[in-house]
C-alpha cells in the first residue's frame, strides 16, 4: 500500500512562524500543532461549509472535530446564520439592557432539559461549569468539590497549575468515570463538607477511550450526592444537543441538581449556560454575583433558539445517531479485518478511534501512521481528540471517510507486518 503524499502546509508555517512572535506559543490550547502531529496538519484555515474546511493553503477537509464540538448541523449554517444576521441588522444585539430572548430560551430548556428550572447564561463552557460550583457552594455553605472530566481553564480546575495559588484547587478532587468505588472513599473523607460533584454523564476523559455509564453508576452518584446532601452537577458541555435534546441525563436516565450546558446549543455562537432546581438556582439571586458584559447580548440566544428549533424539526439528533451508528459499525468491521490493534469507543454522535498500549510503545508510530494518512488524504481527525459527526455529514462523505481509513490501516498492516 503507497503512502499518501504529505500535504503543502507552506502559508500555514509561515502564518505560524510569524504567530510566534505575536501570540504566546503561536495559537491557543488544543490548537497547537502538537496537539496534532506536527508537521502533517494545516495550522490555520481559511474557511468551512458544511462538513468541510479549506485551510489556508487550499487543502480541503472532511471534518470530523466540528470546531471542537460546537458544530452540530454544519459549518456556516446558513438558516442559523441568517437568523443572527437578521438580529443584527434589525435590532442589534449588544444593549444596555437585556433583550427577551432570554425568557425563551430559558423556557425552551425546561421543556427539553430533565433538570432545568431555572437558567443563568454565561459565554463559555468555562464561564458555566465555573458558575456552577460556585452556585453549588453558595447553596450549600460547603467548600469541596468532587470532579470527573475535563471541565475547562478556570482556576479551580484545568489540569496545568502555573499562575494558580493553591488554595484556589487544593479542595478539588478528581475520580474516574464508573469508578464509583473511587467517590465514595473520597465521599468517606469528605462528604460532610462537600458542595458539589460536577461530572460529564458519559465518560470522555482526555486522550482516552470513552466509557458509556456502567449499570448503576450514574445511580450510584446521585444516591451519594444525596447521602451527603452535595449538589450534582453534570457537565453537558459536549453531550448537550448531541447525545439527545435533553442530553445524557435524558438519554441515561438520572437527573442531577444542575446541567451546564455550551458548544452545541448555538451551532458555533458563544453561549453556555447552568440550568437546574430552582431552589438551588436561587443561590445566585443575592448570594453571588454573576455577570458580564457581553453575558446578555442576543445573537447568540438567536442562533441556539435557532439551531435548537431546526435539531427539532429536521429530527436531527435521530438522523445522527442513525448515521453515525451504521459508520462505527463499518469501522469495527475495518478494525476486525486489518487487526493493526485499533479500538472504537464511544457512541454514534461522539466516538474515537485510539490504539491498544503494547510494551515496545510501537502503538504510537501506528497511532501517528493512522492519523497521518487520513490527514494527507483528506479526513480531519487527531489521534488526541475524540471525532464528532454532524447533520451535514452525509452518507457519501461517510463512505469516502471509510474508504480512506481502509487505506490507512492497510497501509499501517504492511509497515507493521
Ligand atoms: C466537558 C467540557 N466541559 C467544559 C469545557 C470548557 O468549555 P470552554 O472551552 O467553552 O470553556 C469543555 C471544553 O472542551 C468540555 O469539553
Not at 8 to 34: D, H
Not at 325 to 336: N, S, T, V, Y
Not at 346 to 373: C, H, L, N, S, W
Amino acid at each position: 500500500m503507497k503512502e499518501t503524499p504529505k500535504l503543502n502546509i507552506t502559508q500555514s508555517r509561515k502564518l505560524y512562524e510569524e504567530a510566534l512572535e505575536l501570540v504566546p506559543g503561536g495559537v491557543l490550547g488544543a490548537r497547537k500543532p502538537t496537539d496534532f502531529i506536527d508537521g502533517e496538519y494545516p495550522i490555520f484555515l481559511e474557511s468551512g461549509k458544511g462538513c468541510r474546511l479549506t485551510d489556508v493553503d487550499g487543502n480541503e477537509f472532511v471534518d470530523f472535530l466540528c470546531g471542537y464540538g460546537p458544530i452540530i448541523l454544519g459549518y456556516r449554517e446558513e438558516e442559523v446564520d441568517e437568523a443572527v444576521y437578521r438580529q443584527i441588522r434589525d435590532k442589534g444585539f449588544c444593549f444596555t439592557l437585556t433583550q427577551g430572548y432570554q425568557n425563551l430560551l430559558a423556557r425552551k430548556l425546561t421543556q427539553l432539559v430533565p433538570s432545568s428550572e431555572m437558567s443563568i447564561f454565561l459565554k463559555t463552557g468555562s464561564d458555566a461549569t465555573t458558575a456552577s460550583i460556585r452556585i453549588a457552594r453558595a447553596h450549600t455553605g460547603k467548600l469541596k468539590v468532587m470532579r470527573c472530566g475535563y471541565h475547562g481553564w478556570h482556576d479551580w480546575c484545568v489540569e496545568m497549575k502555573g499562575g494558580i495559588p493553591s488554595k484556589f484547587w487544593e479542595d478539588v478532587f478528581e475520580f474516574r468515570y464508573n469508578r464509583l468505588d473511587q467517590l465514595e472513599e473520597l465521599m468517606a473523607l469528605h462528604g460532610e463538607n462537600t458542595a458539589a460533584i460536577i461530572m460529564t454523564p458519559f465518560g470522555h476523559p482526555n486522550h482516552q477511550k470513552m466509557q458509556i455509564p456502567e449499570p448503576g453508576f450514574l445511580e450510584g452518584v446521585r444516591k451519594i450526592a444525596d447521602q451527603y446532601g452535595a449538589v450534582l452537577v453534570y457537565d453537558e458541555i459536549r453531550t448537550g444537543f448531541r447525545l439527545s435534546m435533553g442530553g445524557a441525563q435524558k438519554l441515561y436516565g438520572v437527573t442531577p441538581d444542575l446541567t451546564v450546558l455550551g458548544k452545541a446549543m448555538a451551532n458555533g455562537y458563544p453561549l453556555s449556560v447552568v440550568t437546574g432546581k430552582r431552589q438551588i438556582m436561587m443561590a445566585a439571586e443575592k448570594k453571588l454575583f454573576i455577570s458580564s458584559t457581553f453575558f446578555p447580548n442576543s445573537e447568540a440566544f438567536v442562533a441556539a433558539l435557532k439551531t435548537i428549533e431546526i435539531l427539532e424539526r429536521d429530527q436531527v439528533l435521530e438522523s445522527i445517531w442513525e448515521k453515525g451508528a451504521w459508520f462505527m459499525e463499518k469501522i469495527q468491521g475495518l478494525l476486525d479485518a486489518h487487526n493493526v490493534g485499533a479500538q472504537l469507543s464511544g457512541v454514534a454522535p461522539m466516538f474515537y478511534i485510539t490504539f491498544k498500549k503494547d510494551e515496545t510503545g510501537a502503538y504510537k508510530a501506528k497511532r501517528t501512521d493512522f492519523y497521518t494518512q487520513l490527514i494527507r488524504k483528506g479526513f480531519f481527525f487527531t489521534p488526541f481528540h475524540h471525532a464528532y459527526i454532524s447533520h451535514r455529514h452525509t452518507r457519501a462523505d461517510l463512505e469516502l471517510t471509510l474508504t480512506a481509513m481502509d487505506e490507512a490501516f492497510a497501509f499501517i498492516k504492511d509497515k507493521y507486518p
